[in-house]
């Protein structure tokens, strides 16, 4: 029987999906005085920088050998999808400090609690050398346990995390969904709590849940089709698609892509002020952003962008010749075999869809319907509704080269682009994917034959 490492158990689960994320206090920390500590704190403050401060970290704080056998543009991929997954962190409290290891308790932009774990060379200077992000309960003290001890057997790792879930839903925790997959062998599916408190209605396996970022794999699929296929380049201009949109000549797809546009943020004032049952299709969006400053002059650095996928969403649109919406039925999710994932609008009588809750906004440790903070709609940035068998089919069929060809699948989950044909997916690859908002909160991970 194959294996799985106990701390290679949170990167084996697919649409492992919360259906509430509260919100956490802030507090003032105290680092201690280590070689460790210092690296650890340019790791948090590369996070919240640009590109080349990033490129120096990983240089300066990165052990040597931990850089060769993962290279700096892999490393700003990786860094690019932290940020998109946890919406950025914020250091809270050091509960574990040792010379090669070190756990800070953290507040990620998402509201989710996060200990992010730090191992490091065993002699000085006590460089990085690897980074591991686990959420904890909100409210819970330290950070998980460090794992020790022999490989699991996959029953093993099935029942331990079964447990975990288990105790967190008793707790008022969680409500969602957790399935995990090896190969042919489905080792955990699970459904806890409910999907709508109001109506009483249990989630369950096949409940849609909002999957918020994730949406932008969906996307760059997309794009990767009509690359593959010559209806786009990465190198086109925006103004090719969009000739109207503010510096659209200097904008390329690609940057809009890798988050390097500097086309800022739609979550921003206009929308917090707006009526969000407005926006109602992915092109409502381009008004939130369209008088925008930018955030920077375009391919000068590199910064999480919602607005920048909703400009790609109507690149799509303009190339294919079809709705956006539609062309992710027909072409993305329909030969995934994705029969659940979709777009709704709220309120129009699609069955089936959790409601999220969550603590911010709401009066001391009670929870609402977070209703009020999301559009009438999802976006070409995220905002859909799948499930949990639906994203391991778009995670079988795309390493499959089902949607696009092998390159271009390798492309969509973080590799370099493949102009060169050299990139490729491939059994023993390893990535993760995150969405999360208020009420908010699902992963998408794959590690090897393991999802």
Not at 133 to 154: C, I, N, Q
Not at 207 to 215: A, D, E, L, P
Not at 377 to 400: E, H, K, M, Q, V
Request: glycine share 10%; aromatic share 8%.
């Amino acid at each position: 029987m194959s294996r799985l490492h106990v701390r290679k158990l949170a990167a084996c689960s697919v649409a492992f999906v919360l259906v509430m994320a509260p919100s956490i206090v802030s507090a003032e920390i105290v680092w201690p005085k280590s070689l460790l500590s210092r690296h650890v704190q340019a790791w948090f403050a590369q996070l919240r920088g640009t590109e080349a401060d990033a490129r120096r970290f990983f240089t300066e704080h990165i052990a040597p050998a931990a850089l060769a056998d993962a290279p700096v543009e892999e490393r700003l991929q990786r860094r690019t999808m932290t940020i998109e997954r946890t919406q950025g962190l914020t250091p809270l409290e050091v509960v574990n400090d040792d010379p090669a290891a070190m756990d800070v308790r953290c507040k990620a932009g998402n509201g989710d609690q996060v200990v992010a774990m730090f191992e490091a060379e065993p002699a000085p200077p006590h460089r990085i050398v690897g980074v591991r992000l686990e959420a904890v309960s909100p409210g819970g003290e330290g950070a998980p346990r460090r794992p020790v001890g022999p490989l699991l057997e996959d029953a093993d790792v099935a029942r331990q995390a079964r447990a975990h879930l288990d105790a967190r839903a008793a707790a008022g925790d969680f409500s969602g969904v957790a399935l995990l997959v090896r190969g042919d062998s489905t080792l955990l599916a699970q459904a806890w709590g409910l999907a709508d408190r109001e109506k009483n209605v249990p989630a369950k396996l096949d409940t849609r849940f909002n999957v918020g970022s994730i949406g932008k794999l969906f996307t760059r699929a997309a794009v990767a089709q009509l690359a593959q296929a010559g209806k786009l380049s990465l190198d086109d201009k925006l103004s090719r698609y969009l000739p109207d949109f503010p510096h659209a000549d200097a904008i390329t797809l690609d940057m809009l892509c890798e988050h390097r546009s500097g086309v800022g943020d739609f979550f921003n004032a206009k929308y917090d002020a707006m009526d969000r049952s407005k926006l109602r299709h992915n092109r409502d969006y381009l008004a939130l952003i369209r008088e925008q400053p930018l955030w920077f002059a375009p391919g000068t650095s590199q910064r999480y962008s919602n607005g920048g996928y909703a400009l790609l969403g109507e690149v799509i649109a303009r190339a294919s010749g079809e709705d956006y919406y539609d062309y992710l039925a027909r072409h993305v999710f329909g030969p995934a075999g994705m029969t659940a994932t979709g777009a709704p609008i709220e309120s129009d009588g699609t069955r089936g869809l959790a409601r999220g809750y969550t603590r911010e906004g709401a009066p001391g440790d009670d929870e609402r319907d977070n209703v009020g903070t999301r559009p009438a709609r999802g976006s070409a940035a995220g905002g859909s509704y799948s499930t949990a068998t639906d994203l391991l089919a778009f995670d079988r069929a795309l390493l499959a080269g089902k949607l696009c060809s092998s390159n271009w699948s390798a492309w969509v989950t973080g590799e370099p682009r493949p102009d060169g044909g050299a990139a490729a997916a491939g059994g023993d690859s390893a990535f993760g994917f995150g969405g999360g908002a208020p009420g908010i909160a699902a992963e998408w991970l794959h590690h090897g034959d393991a999802v």
